[in-house]
């Protein structure tokens, strides 16, 4: 059966009213999120909105090595800023990791020292270094099952 000439227009102006409202919402999206208050409301929500929809996956090894290599360090650069990460970060994983149930948290990261007065940006927050040298203290202690790297070297024996 074919369309005759007065239904074409009746057919068309749906699918055009639709591409309409399509483009104006990604223009709106795009250009929303450059918006200062937008954006801060953003990521004020987006932690809580990854928690309630995110579930652990079930391991299938008891063992799961979570590993810190340069592409993971590029890929969250954005986010948490470059190398190396402020000990916010590695609280933050620390604390994943515990509520996911890890027996064990084996953490081959050496912290030399403290982070002092060091400012960072991290998913668009400023924090300073005593405050989140402090979280980092805070998630091993919670966690209670945290091993940490510990810089050792043999000096040889002692004599005499």
């Excluded at 005759?4 to 409202?21: C, E, N, V």
């Excluded at 270094?129 to 050792?152: E, K, M, W, Y």
Aim: aromatic share 8%.
């Amino acid at each position: 059966m074919a369309v005759s000439g007065s239904l074409r227009p009746a057919l068309l102006r749906p699918a055009l009213i639709g591409l309409a409202i399509g483009v104006g919402a990604a223009l709106l999206a795009s250009f929303g999120g450059q918006v200062g208050f937008l954006r801060a409301f953003e990521l004020a929500t987006y932690d809580w909105r990854v928690r309630r929809s995110a579930e652990p996956a079930p391991a299938t090894s008891p063992i799961a090595i979570v590993e810190i290599n340069e592409s993971s360090i590029r890929e969250l650069a954005p986010v948490v800023g470059r190398w190396p990460w402020p000990r916010l970060v590695h609280a933050s994983a620390i604390s994943y990791l515990t509520r996911a149930g890890a027996k064990v948290i084996a953490y081959d990261v050496l912290f030399g020292e403290r982070e002092g007065n060091r400012e960072a940006v991290v998913n668009g927050l400023r924090i300073v270094g005593d405050d989140s040298d402090r979280l980092f203290i805070d998630a091993v202690r919670d966690a209670g099952n945290v091993v940490l790297l510990a810089d050792a070297t043999f000096e040889g024996l002692a004599t005499g």
